[in-house]
């Protein structure tokens, strides 16, 4: 064999790489919640998403969560966030919908002029750069709703892994700042997981500070049991 053919045989070799990993990012073979072979998200793990809103406190913040944070929506989750499996946003945001929904009947914004904004919680720029896109926000356009960046980072933030609950509130106490003046603006915070509640409660503080009034919270998941897997919970971001 000649270097020119070791060459385009290489280069044949890359190509046919890039087009399986193309065709594997459009057409998913296995179910990112249980591994079933062929299907995106199959039907088990999607009535697993299924949304069951209830309200859950961390601190006097209440918080409506679609689902708990285990199993199967822990694996579609991850790989939602970290593993490029974006197919499974629209499950994803029909849980969501429904838990924002239901922070909003909570909340009776009918007495409102003006309504109710929803604020995510920004993402970290490491978080950016390796995901390319915000998941909270992806999941509220899928689900006709839209979320207002009043939030920014004001500091670097120390991982959050392996900290227990104390930990967690002190390293994350003034991360967080109103990117305007919010007096009058009624607020529910949205984001995917909660854990300790720490994100969330930092995301107040920064917002109440601002004159905003957060009136609640809604999320996909909550960890019903305290700290059961919080090494994947990145809920630092
Ligand atoms: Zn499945």
Redesign the pocket.
């Known amino acids: 064999m000649t270097s020119d053919q070791r060459m385009l045989g290489a280069v044949r070799a890359a190509a046919r790489t890039a087009v399986l990993d193309a065709w594997a990012v459009l057409m998913p073979t296995q ?1 990112s ?4 072979p062929d ?1 995106a ?2 039907a ?2 999607v009535s697993a998403l299924r949304a069951e809103p209830r309200a859950v406190y961390r601190e006097d913040l209440t918080i409506w969560s679609a689902v708990e944070y285990s199993g ?1 929506v822990s694996r579609v989750l991850v790989a939602y966030k970290d593993g490029g499996r974006t197919d499974a946003a629209p499950a994803l945001a029909a849980a969501l919908r429904q838990a924002v929904g239901a922070a909003l009947v909570a909340a009776d914004p009918a007495q409102t002029p003006g309504g109710v904004v929803l604020v995510t919680v920004p993402s970290s720029r490491r978080a950016w750069r390796a995901r390319g896109f915000h998941p909270v926000d992806l999941l509220l356009g899928r689900a006709g709703l839209r979320g207002s960046a009043l939030l920014r980072p004001c500091a670097g933030v120390a991982d959050q892994v392996g900290l227990g609950r104390q930990q967690r509130l002190d390293n994350r106490s003034g991360t967080l700042a109103a990117t305007r003046p919010l007096a009058g603006s009624r607020i529910v915070l949205v984001d995917d997981i909660v854990t300790t509640g720490a994100t969330l409660l930092e995301a107040r503080r920064a917002l109440r500070q601002a004159g905003g009034e957060v009136i609640g919270a809604a999320t996909v998941a909550e960890t019903r049991r305290l700290h059961p897997d919080i090494h994947r919970s990145r809920e630092t971001d």
Do not use: E, K, M, Y
């Open positions: 179910c919640g249980c591994g079933t299907r998200l199959c088990a793990c199967v």
